[in-house]
């Protein structure tokens, strides 16, 4: 995947789980406007959302999986 060290993979992996967090909670956000307002752009902005909190754990899963294989390389890099 790349040339990073495990600590690198891992704090990417962790950054990646905190955006995925923002963007779920940004989609709670929208869906409980759209509830209430029955405006049609909160559920759009949802979806939205919804759409990049996955980006962000598939990202996140990536890292973690290239930082433990990078670990159990023994080198560490």
Do not use: F, I, Q
């Amino acid at each position: 995947m790349s040339d990073k060290s495990t600590a690198e993979n891992m704090l990417d992996a962790a950054k990646a789980k905190v955006n995925e967090g923002a963007d779920r909670l940004r989609e709670a956000g929208h869906n409980a406007a759209h509830a209430v307002t029955g405006d049609a752009h909160h559920k759009a902005e949802a979806l939205e959302d919804r759409a990049k909190a996955e980006v962000h754990n598939r990202e996140a899963n990536a890292e973690y999986s290239e930082g433990k294989r990078e670990a159990n390389d023994g080198d560490g890099h």
